[in-house]
């Protein structure tokens, strides 16, 4: 049975990929791997070139561990990002779907741009999730791992509605025990996309220089890159006919709006049963 609502950072394949091929890109970084969706597509990009992949994930699923130990073009660090990131040296691109949060997101890329530039690297980054419902809304697999004062309220068991910044309980988009959201959606320091936005205004104060292009699909794809590379142009051709696609908002929010509706379908029923029973 295929996917209700398809996640991966894969479907972007046709993306992602050719922007690799056009950067040259055969050292890449991803942080989370969970099943290995997009991560087996980046292996085999690496290996093509005579690289390698690098993939950061503290608890993947078993399926990855055992796949990544058996192939020689991949190495998995079982570290979280922040930690991680400093020792990868000579990085070509980035691929970032770990934790979306601000606190995370924000700090993961100055890490990387630090590491890029010790390495004298231009900056090619992937972010997923930028657009709703982690754009704008904290999320955290493991709230104790974000320092107190950046970490906002938060709820296990309430679920999120496009259009609506508060929560609802036992309703919605939610984890179910997995994940939490944050309680309030927007504001400062909250979510995937305001942590992208203010590294980039922290660069332009330092005086450096990036594109950035958002296409609004199955959660929302960043591509940040630096200005200067010499692949930044055929970098750009590939980007910007998705960036800020009218088309492709449309669809997503129609999509989401489906699904929510199937879950709210879904709850219903297991209400009137529980009543029932």
């Not at 990544?68 to 691109?93: F, K, M, W």
């Not at 999509?255 to 049963?273: C, F, G, K, P, S």
């Amino acid at each position: 049975m295929p996917d209700l609502l398809i996640h991966s950072m894969a479907e972007f394949r046709d993306i992602i990929l050719p922007c690799l091929a056009a950067a040259e890109a055969k050292e890449i970084v991803e942080i989370g791997a969970e099943y290995g969706g997009m991560t087996h597509l980046l292996a085999e990009h690496a290996a093509a070139l005579g690289g390698h992949l690098t993939s950061i994930d503290p608890a993947p699923k078993p399926e990855f561990v055992a796949w990544a130990g058996a192939n020689p073009a991949v190495r998995h660090v079982a570290e979280l990002s922040l930690a991680a990131i400093p020792a990868c040296a000579d990085t070509d691109a980035w691929i970032v779907d770990g934790d979306h949060n601000w606190y995370t997101v924000y700090h993961e890329t100055h890490a990387i741009a630090e590491r890029a530039r010790a390495d004298g690297k231009p900056l090619l980054v992937f972010f997923h999730d930028i657009c709703w419902p982690s754009g704008r809304r904290d999320m955290y697999y493991a709230p104790d791992t974000i320092p107190a004062e950046y970490r906002h309220e938060h709820s296990f068991d309430a679920g999120a509605f496009p259009g609506r910044p508060d929560l609802v309980l036992n309703r919605g988009f939610r984890g179910m025990g997995h994940f939490a959201w944050a309680t309030h959606e927007g504001g400062p320091r909250n979510g995937v996309l305001t942590g992208i936005e203010d590294f980039l205004r922290d660069e332009v104060e330092a005086g450096r220089d990036y594109m950035f292009a958002e296409v609004p699909a199955v959660f929302g794809l960043g591509v940040l890159f630096a200005t200067d590379a010499p692949w930044s142009q055929a970098v750009a051709e590939i980007v910007l006919p998705y960036h800020d696609n009218a088309l492709l908002r449309r669809l997503e929010e129609n999509r989401l709006v489906n699904y929510l509706t199937v879950i709210d379908t879904q709850d219903r029923a297991n209400e009137m049963m529980a009543r029932a029973a």
